[in-house]
């Protein structure tokens, strides 16, 4: 996590982000990502507002480095950019939100995330690969699929998941995801897969037929999030590996070829 409170921080992350920070709520969670300039994945992130401060939910491994690439945006702004140790966690399988936690924004089923609550009464504590599985299922990519700067958001389907404002105004990045989503014809989606075969390694090749129509991105046992080219999976057999076969498993959130 990380706290961002000041006069300025709207303002600040409004010129930054793909999302609309000047009008979060308190309470309030939105997907947002913070871009290069050329347009590419470098933070994913939700916004969450606390009372007239914001914090920021990002991947544990990203934090520090999301505090120093904000501080250095950061120039005369009023805001106070500081790591947090507040936990964060997320519930799912039920019908009504445990006190404190908050709708997760981005496709239906994945449930609520709350920060600095403790665990619900009653409910079973899982671990962090049983939320990937339950993540995974749905269809939804995560911090792990990204590739390290390989991938534009709306590859990601953050256009799809509430986590672009395209009316926003300007942001770090806008140019590409802009021209991106005028042209309407999207290449590459992700999606997860199924693989009828042992589990490859991330980065692995997907082929259909003799084109290459995708690429590995992260696998939890017999499923797999990838980057399929939309364009291609009609060409022939889907296949990896030594010949394996493998399906794109469409979520009714993301309809085929959009």
């Known amino acids: 996590m990380v706290s961002l ?19 979060l709520a308190p309470g309030e969670i939105r997907l947002a990502a913070l871009l290069t300039p050329q347009g590419r994945l470098l933070f994913d992130l939700f916004l969450v507002g606390q009372g007239e401060d ?34 964060v966690l997320a519930a799912w399988g039920m019908a009504d939100p445990p006190a404190d936690f908050h709708p997760d924004p981005r496709a239906p089923g994945l449930g609520f995330r709350g920060y600095g609550a403790a665990p619900p009464v ?10 990937d599985g339950h993540r995974l299922s749905l269809g ?22 509430h986590g672009i404002d395209f009316k926003k ?6 140019e590409t995801t802009s021209r991106m989503k005028r042209r309407g014809a999207i290449r590459s989606r992700m999606a997860p897969i199924t693989l009828e075969g042992p589990p490859p390694a991330p980065g692995g ?15 939890q046992g017999g499923r797999a999030m990838a980057l399929l080219r ?6 022939g057999t889907l296949t ?10 469409w979520p009714d959130w993301l309809p085929r070829g959009d």
């Open 169 to 174: 105004g300007c942001f770090v990045g806008q």
């Open 122 to 131: 009653g409910v079973s504590v899982a671990d962090e690969a049983a939320y």
């Open 54 to 87: 914001c914090l920021i939910d990002c991947a544990a491994t990203d934090r520090q480095a999301l505090v120093d690439r904000l501080t250095l945006y950061r120039l005369r702004a009023k805001v106070d950019i500081a790591a947090s140790s507040a936990p």
């Open 205 to 219: 090749e997907l082929l259909a037929g003799d084109l290459r129509a995708g690429e590995i991105r992260s696998v």
């Open 140 to 161: 939804v990519p995560a911090t792990a699929d990204w590739a390290g700067l390989a991938t534009y958001p709306i590859e990601a389907n953050f256009d799809l998941l």
């Open 240 to 249: 990896y590996g030594d010949g394996h076969p493998w399906r794109p498993d």
């Open 5 to 23: 409170n000041g006069p300025d921080w709207r303002d600040f992350l409004q010129g930054l982000i793909t999302q609309d920070a000047l009008t």
């Open 230 to 235: 939309l364009d291609r999976l009609e060409a």
